[in-house]
């Protein structure tokens, strides 16, 4: 006896590992039925759910394995806070278009102006593309490449920063590299460089003062902007740190008007 082919169908989507297809294969059926949809439209309809499905849990994985220190979207960024940057070009650049040009964006400015928050927010589009992404500061990167090349497995930790799609380097001269350090980091960059992987990267350092940041060697720091810089977008952000005009909200230090009107009375009552 035959087997009929509704069950060849469900086993058969079972057996290629298309599970949410295999499930709504008869309510589909039904409505594929009751609106009488070409075949094409019926099989299309099926395999939405399915797609959709393998997306969410490839960027669930993506998600999991990218060290994101917590989710933040671009468009929760508070821009009236930060009027200097280009919101046109923001939006651009959120299209996703730089990850296959392998375009770097480097994001300038003072702590506690958002640029972290920006960052998060392009890694969090390229995971939702459904690209593999990785977060890191720039001494944590120094220092689990220092660990791995004392460990012989230097060319392992350099693959996990070479291979995503997207590799989000925060903290950029915070805290400063030893000579060791600095030419790891270089070597990361030359790395994604050359297979034309993109960077987003803040700093607090203008690129003049770049020298620094590369245990003070202005060769190799001028080597590693050559090569960041070469496919980039730079944003520098001016504003006032987000945390200063909570605290002064709060009352708890003067604004900058406060401050003038007190030193203005000190200086008058002396």
């Not at 770097?104 to 392009?122: E, M, S, Y």
């Not at 939702?128 to 220092?143: D, K, N, S």
Request: aromatic letters at 8%; charged letters at 25%; hydrophobic letters at 40%.
């Amino acid at each position: 006896m035959s087997i009929p082919y509704e069950e060849k169908a469900s086993s058969g989507l079972a057996r290629l590992g298309l599970k949410v297809a295999s499930d709504q294969l008869d309510s589909v059926a039904q409505q594929a039925a009751a609106a009488s949809w070409s075949y094409t439209h019926f099989l299309g309809y099926l395999l939405e759910g399915e797609l959709a499905e393998r997306h969410r849990k490839t960027v669930e994985l993506s998600l999991k394995l990218s060290h994101l220190p917590y989710v933040k979207r671009l468009e929760d960024f508070d821009f009236p806070a930060q009027p200097g940057i280009d919101r046109r070009l923001i939006e651009e650049l959120a299209t996703g278009r730089f990850l296959y040009e392998g375009r770097n964006i480097v994001f300038l400015g003072p702590p506690g102006v958002g640029k972290t928050h920006l960052a998060i927010g392009f890694a969090m589009i390229t995971a939702e593309l459904g690209h593999r992404i990785y977060f890191t500061t720039a001494i944590e990167m120094a220092r689990k490449l220092t660990k791995a090349m004392a460990e012989n497995r230097l060319h392992v930790e350099m693959n996990n920063l070479t291979r995503p799609k997207l590799l989000v380097v925060d903290e950029v001269g915070y805290l400063g590299l030893d000579p060791p350090q600095a030419s790891l980091l270089f070597q990361a960059i030359c790395s994604r460089y050359e297979r034309n992987q993109a960077i987003v990267l803040t700093s607090n350092k203008a690129f003049g003062e770049w020298g620094s940041v590369f245990a003070g060697d202005p060769v190799m720091a001028a080597a590693a902007l050559d090569r960041l810089l070469h496919r980039c977008t730079v944003i520098n952000i001016r504003g006032e740190s987000y945390r200063l005009k909570e605290k002064r909200s709060a009352g708890h230090i003067e604004t900058p008007k406060e401050e003038k009107s007190r030193k203005k009375k000190n200086s008058d009552s002396e």
